[in-house]
């Protein structure tokens, strides 16, 4: 059955954000590209208005986001994350929801996700919880400490109890699916990865230099920036004709990548935060990903580094290994091992310089995976029938 609006043709969906929308993080980035493809539908976007730092402004993140953002004020709770929105805004949101057909929460609150299954069962509207945050599920911290586990202890249930009562939940992995059925879920479970915007891809091979990208958040517990830092100086005392851009920036790893920088400003650089412009020229000039993560629940930046072309270098998480499925693509790395990354590095680059021609070709093929299993002509369809019936 297709759920339309009683006055208009278009579905009116609500969008509600894991965290402020000028983070711009991979979950903010994401929401752009989606409701800028959702051209048959009305969205309003309703995000959690947090503290600085910001990415972006409320003026940059306007003029790339074709859809309407409401900004609401929440009482948040340190080291669980979870949001209170009981306040004028807040409430606001919550009933706002009257008018639309569709939700889709990516925010993991409990009493987020709490207060929209009580609006959804009120307003009659259809209500859906995506996955996308890889921590969402944990069982255990991932800072461990006697403190954190039996935080996590007492928390874990109630989480649990939320989601367990979610209509409908979307996964990004097969993983995150089977998790939910053996905990016993009963719901409406949608499979649906992240897409990548192939649109803008163009497959180039780098002749002069061979670069070897990160893009990511510059956090240690999760991206592994920590074994960035310990991949490169390796890699470098082995071999100085390699060279590292560095992408992204906040959270904890920023000082060991300024020492990094310090320490080998003649190959390594690193460019902080950058708009989408310059991060596709960034993923066009390199010729190698280093994604040395945790975990991921999906590894958004790996897909789009293989839309360009790049062969990746990974651990097998959850994540990367929903994107790696084969000797093409790059390899997967036994957790967490870093000297075999270190000598998967090396031998990338000595099969670009033993033979660039046959490099681009692999490039070429990689994107062409990437664009079938993820390009936005295969993933959209999904999530527009998710939303519609």
Known sequence: ?????????????????????????????????????LKSFEIVIFSYNG???????????????KTKIAYYNAFELPLIKE????????????????????????????????????ASRKYKFKYILGIHDANILKDKPIIPSSARRMLLKIYAPIRNFGIMHAPNIRVVNEADGEKLRNMGYKGQIYKITDFVNVGRTKV?????????????????EHKGVDFLIEIINKVLKLNSNIFFDIVGSGDNGEKIVMNLVKK???NVKWLGFINEKMLSKEY??????????????FGLSLAEGQAYGLPAV?????????????????????PFHVNLMVSEVIKYYKLW???KKDYFRIKQSISKIITRRFGQDTIMPKIINMFTT
């Open 1 to 37: 059955m297709v759920i339309m609006s009683q006055n208009k043709k278009k579905i009116k969906l609500a969008i509600f954000t894991g965290s402020d929308m000028r983070t711009f993080g991979g979950g903010e980035k994401y929401v752009v590209e989606l409701v800028n493809r």
């Open 51 to 65: 503290k600085p730092p910001f990415r972006q402004t409320y003026a940059q993140i306007k003029k790339i986001c």
């Open 83 to 118: 949001r209170f929105m009981f306040t004028l805004s807040g409430i606001k949101a919550l009933n706002e929801l009257q008018k639309f057909d569709v939700v889709y929460c990516l925010d993991n609150s409990f009493f987020t996700n709490l207060l929209l299954y009580i």
């Open 204 to 220: 180039r091979i780098n002749k002069n230099r061979f670069i070897v990208l990160f893009v990511g958040r510059l956090s240690i």
């Open 264 to 266: 080998n400003p003649n």
């Open 284 to 297: 066009a000039k390199a010729n190698l990903l280093l994604f040395p993560s945790r975990f991921e629940s």
């Open 314 to 334: 990974a651990f097998n998480v959850r994540g990367p290994n929903v994107i790696i499925k084969n000797n093409l693509q790059g390899a997967l790395i036994e």
């Open 353 to 355: 310089k033993n033979n």
